[in-house]
């Protein structure tokens, strides 16, 4: 199958090539970036020589979509907006990894991205692509909003314990920590050596445009309206999130007990890991790889609950979950082109 990135210049899109290129079932025909149009994509990512040498071309639409059968967009959020449903309109399905069709209310768009959504008609039509827990939904998709980083991280630990009404709905603190490849590539003073090394800062509190996307889908889950408190923190490392949740339990209920209802929830992918009971994940190792690893612990003295969700921001956090989307639309196997351990050191 002929598949296209358009935002291929940025971190999601590299990883797309990284992870496309290893699929037994595409072939992957083209590359755009507005920006770089023009460009050998090894001229920006010199690792790339003797791997996949192609040159960077301009958006045509017409062109486009007669080039390939599937689309990625990786480009930043307010451009897929304008622009993907002239390919689905043409029946080439898309995978959106910035957050343009996460939302299903447009005024909601419009406050936490500061922009018109132009093709509001199509929020309702788009599934949201929690791959692990929407697969059959996503299988018949043309429109996927693949769901944010902090979203992916904190909604695999949280949706089978709302679903399952285990913990309150209104003690729901996340505590977010992201390597500094989330913030992409483009230059900024957030984001140089001298800002970022030897330093944890905390940003967007209250304000991140994730936290919209969480208490939609978690509100669809619980029946009952939710809302989280998210804070997020830029940490001195080039990949990773890990997210440290914090509820009450609505019952009495053991550690073991939900490992279990955890393993229970997840026994169809391969892609959520359990941690037994004592043992809690590291960003470390999840590096590389399409995993998310889970590890809980209930304190019985306060009646409190601990998460710790982990998942590779770049791989689990955008591209790899936008190829797990795409196996399960074209009804591959799920984890197609996605079998990689994690890298460690």
Not at 118 to 147: C, M, R, W
Not at 282 to 301: A, F, I, P, Q
Request: with cysteine; charged share 20%; glycine share 8%.
């Amino acid at each position: 199958m002929r598949v296209g990135i358009i935002g291929a210049n940025g971190y999601s899109g590299i990883e797309l090539i990284r992870l496309l290129h290893e699929h037994p079932h595409v072939t992957l025909n083209l590359i755009v970036s507005h920006s770089t149009s023009g460009t050998p994509i090894t001229e920006l990512y010199p690792h790339l020589q003797a791997i996949y040498e192609e040159q960077l071309e301009a958006l045509d639409v017409d062109k486009v979509a007669s080039q390939v059968d599937f689309l990625f967009f990786a480009t930043p959020a307010r451009v897929s907006k304008d622009w993907l449903p002239s390919f689905t309109q043409k029946g080439i399905p898309c995978i959106d990894i910035s957050g343009d069709f996460r939302l299903n209310n447009p005024d909601v768009y419009k406050q936490w991205y500061q922009a018109e959504h132009t093709n509001a008609e199509y929020l309702s039509e788009a599934v949201y692509g929690l791959a692990d827990v929407y697969p059959e939904a996503i299988k018949h998709a043309q429109v996927i909003a693949n769901p944010g980083c902090y979203a992916t991280a904190a909604l695999l630990a949280l949706i089978p314990l709302v679903e399952k009404k285990l913990i309150s709905t209104k003690s729901i603190i996340i505590d977010g920590k992201s390597g500094v490849s989330g913030a992409g590539r483009k230059p900024s003073l957030t984001t140089l050596f001298g800002e970022v090394n030897e330093n944890v800062k905390a940003y967007r509190l209250g304000k991140h445009q994730h936290i919209p996307e969480m208490e939609q889908i978690l509100t669809e889950v619980s029946g009952d309206t939710v809302q989280v408190t998210f804070s997020t923190h830029l940490i001195p490392m080039t990949r990773g999130i890990m997210c440290t949740i914090y509820a009450d339990l609505q019952e009495t209920i053991t550690t073991d007990d939900l490992i279990h209802a955890y393993d229970m929830y997840y026994d169809h992918t391969p892609f959520i890991r359990v941690r037994p009971e004592g043992s809690l994940p590291s960003t470390k190792e999840v590096y590389g790889s399409n995993y998310c690893d889970l590890g809980v612990t209930v304190d019985k003295r306060t009646g409190k609950l601990t998460i710790v969700s982990v998942i590779d921001n770049v791989v689990k956090g955008a591209s790899g979950q936008a190829v797990q989307n795409m196996n399960l639309v074209n009804g591959w196997d799920i984890d197609e082109g996605l079998k990689y351990s994690p890298v460690y050191p």
